[in-house]
Every structure is written in structure tokens, then in C-alpha cells.
């Protein structure tokens, strides 16, 4: 007997679970010879993005909890790879910004992390792609929906 | 500023990770009412679907560390839901079953998450649904593949 897994692969949110576990090593392999992973190189190409970014934006863009983005925080800063400094305007606040040395190591991430895409995405045409894309937003969207129902209902 | 994720917008994986997170929060606030997670009721599925299936297996199925793997078996004999029996062929082998009151709450829990699942999908017509479900085990495959390669650039 080998198993099957029959009631789960009837649920989208299964294949998505997969797909993204597939990804997750794949992504985790590429990053490695940079010294990032998934978590890191995300929140590096975010900063990268947005010079002067807040701790608190980078953690509602990147839906990361509190102590998960410090860990990850200490981590960039501490291969010299970003910068934390007091915003001038809040003095409570931080804001955070690449080195020259964090632009560069992003960039060469950037283009390894399109390659693995490329590859996780190999067999799609063109509008199989736009497909995909375009059905991950939705869910994204229905999910937000749902957590608004949710404290709706449970205030 | 509120900031921008530009650059990880243009990767599908990146669109993968922030579906499942989606997906995530909503079948474990779909399961909590059950006393279970997604991890607790994807094993509960598979063994419910499998009588006498070794907990090796299911870990391949789920492709699920050893240790997190015994946790979830723990909590789901702890809780009455599941069975371990010692394999008649081979005495170092667990076999598990679902007990009478795991058969009922799986069957109970698999009607919540089929609900949970339309939700997500919701705004998608048939033939989106289809490529999407298409797409995902592409993604699976491609990661599959790219393992193997891995494995053998890194003996």
C-alpha cells in the first residue's frame, strides 16, 4: 500500500501548500550562497524598494509578526546589509535603509530568485501565468475578506 | 510613504506565499472550533483515508519531519482520533486508524474546510479554477525536479 492523500487533493488550499513548500526549499537553496533565505531576501528587496521604509511598514507589507522581524532585522543588520537609524520625526520610530554592500548583494539575489521563478514556473505559457497570477491575488483578496467577517462576527 | 513590495510582486512565488498565508489563517480559524490545525487535520484526512497506514508513510505524504510528525500524532492520539498499533510484520512499524470519534470529527472537519475552500476560490469560474489546480501541480513537479538536480550537482 503506498497511501493516498485523496480528501486533501480535492482542496485548492492543499495544492497551494505544496506548491509553496516546493518553492520555499527551491528559493532556500538559491538564497543560501548569498547568506539569505526566504524570510531575509524578502525583506531586504522591500527596503531596497523603499529607502527610509519604518520597521512597522516592513512588517505590514511582509506580514511578519513583531519578534520574527527583529530576528530578521538583526540579521541584515548584522551582515552589514541595512541600517537602522532614529527617524527624525519620532524619535520611537526607526527607519530603515540598505548599505551600498546590502543594494548590491540584493541585486545579484534579485536576478537568482527571477531564475528559480523562471524555473517553478517552467511548462506555463503566457496566459497559464496570468491565470495563476491573477487567481493568488483573489485568494489573497478573499482571505482579507474573510478575516473582516471574521471580526465582524467575533468583536 | 506607505511603501511598496514591487520588486517580490513580480515573482509567483512570492504570490504563492502571501495565498497560503491567506489560506492558513482561514483553515485554522475554520478548524479551531474542531480542536484542530491545519497540520492536525491533514494527518486525521490521510489516515482516515488509509487504515493502516505506516507513520512513514504518512510522513512521505505530507512530507512531514520526524519530529513534527510525532508532535501531531501525539496530539491526535492524545485527543482519542487516532490509533497506533504495532504492524503484525514488522514490530519496529506503527500502523495508525482513526478511532470512531476520529471518523466523525474528520467527516465533520472535512465539510468546514470544503466550505473554507470555497470561500478562497470565490470570483473564479470553472476554467480558472481548473488552470489554477493545473498550475499548482506544475509548480509541485518543478520543485520535484529541481531537487533531483540538486541532487545530483551536490553528491
Known sequence: MTGSDRTLRGFV?????RAFS???SDV???LAPFGLRMLTYSALAVIR???GLRQT?????????RPNLVLILDELE?????VRTRARDD???????VTLKG???CDRATEAVAAHDARMLEGMDESMRETLHQALRLIEMNGRSSDDRGKVSRP
Not at 13 to 17: F, L, S, V
Not at 57 to 65: T, V, W, Y
Not at 91 to 97: D, G, M, N
Open 13 to 17: 488550499g492543499y495544492g497551494i501548500k
Open 49 to 51: 524598494d523603499n529607502p
Open 28 to 30: 532556500n537553496a538559491t
Open 57 to 65: 511598514q516592513l512588517a505590514e507589507i511582509l506580514l511578519i509578526e
Open 91 to 97: 524619535r520611537r520610530a526607526y527607519e530603515l535603509k
Open 103 to 105: 543594494r548590491r548583494l
Open 22 to 24: 516546493a518553492i520555499q
Open 78 to 82: 548584522g551582515a552589514d546589509l541595512v
